[in-house]
C-alpha cells in the first residue's frame, strides 16, 4: 500500500533561515509524489511534483524537493523563508492499479515563520 | 484561484440531516475527486468519478455517495450526518483519470450539530 510519513507536525522557522520538511514514502510502485501547501481557510494548492524525471524538482514560490529512492525520501527545502510561507504543508503519493487517481496524504506539517 | 468551484462554502446542520455538496471541475477537466479533511483523519479520499463513471473508491462510508453528472459537475451526498462527519470536504479534478495533477476547490466546511 502507498503512504508517507512527515516528520514533525509543527516547525518554526526564522524568517531567512532554511526551511526543511521532511516526507518518507512507502510505494509497492514506482511513485508519483507531491507537495501541496494550504493556507489559511484555503484549499490545497500545488507546491511541485515528482513523476520519475529529474530527482531534483523545483516548484513555485522558491521551493524544491529531491527525490532520493536509496532513503524513500522526498524532502521539502527553500533556502530562504518568507513570512508569507506561513501554511500547512502536505506530502503526498499516488494510488497504485486501480487507484491510480487516489492521493495519499501525510498528516501535514504547520509551518511558523518568526521575524 | 484553482478553477474549481464548490458550494456552499459553510453548512451548519443538525444530525441525522442530509446535504449535497456541489462542486463544478476546471473547464475541460474529466475527472473529479471527493476528500475530506477532519482534525482526527486528516486528509481522507472518499471517491474518484470520471466522465460520469465511478474510478476509485476510498474511505467513503455507506451513508455518503456521489454522482457526476453529464455537464461534469458533480455532487457529494451525506445523509444520517452524525457529529463526527464535521470536517473540510475538498473536491479536485484533473484532466483525465491517470495520475496527474490534481487541482482543489476551497472546500466546503461542514459542521453537525
Known amino acids: 500500500a502507498q503512504s508517507v510519513t512527515q516528520l514533525g507536525s509543527h516547525v518554526s522557522v526564522s524568517e531567512g533561515a532554511l526551511v526543511l520538511l521532511r516526507c518518507n514514502y512507502s510505494s509497492s510502485v514506482p511513485p508519483y509524489l507531491f507537495w501541496y501547501v494550504q493556507y489559511p481557510n484555503q484549499g490545497l494548492q500545488l507546491l511541485l511534483k515528482?513523476?520519475?524525471?529529474?530527482?531534483l524538482v523545483k516548484g513555485i514560490n522558491g521551493f524544491e524537493a529531491e527525490f532520493k529512492k536509496s532513503e524513500t525520501s522526498f524532502h521539502l527545502t527553500k533556502p530562504s523563508a518568507h513570512m508569507s510561507d506561513a501554511a500547512e504543508y502536505f506530502c503526498a503519493v499516488r494510488g497504485c492499479k486501480i487507484s491510480w487517481g487516489k492521493l495519499q496524504f501525510g498528516a501535514g506539517t504547520q509551518v511558523v515563520v518568526t521575524p | 484561484d484553482s478553477g474549481v468551484t464548490q458550494t456552499p462554502k459553510h453548512l451548519i446542520t443538525a444530525t441525522g440531516q442530509r446535504v449535497t455538496l456541489r462542486c463544478s471541475p476546471r473547464?475541460?477537466?474529466?475527472?473529479v475527486y471527493w476528500y475530506q479533511q477532519s482534525l482526527d483523519q486528516g486528509l481522507q479520499f472518499l471517491i474518484q468519478?470520471?466522465?460520469?463513471?465511478?474510478?476509485a473508491k476510498g474511505n467513503i462510508l455507506e451513508r455518503f455517495s456521489a454522482q457526476q453528472f453529464p455537464d461534469l459537475h458533480s455532487e457529494l451526498n451525506l445523509s444520517s450526518l452524525e457529529l463526527g462527519d464535521s470536517a473540510l470536504y475538498f473536491c479536485a479534478s484533473s484532466p483525465g483519470g491517470t495520475p496527474q495533477t490534481q487541482y482543489f476547490g476551497p472546500g466546503t466546511r461542514l459542521l453537525v450539530l
Open positions: 473547464s475541460g477537466d474529466l475527472s
Open positions: 515528482y513523476t520519475s524525471a529529474a530527482t
Open positions: 468519478y470520471y466522465n460520469g463513471e465511478e474510478r
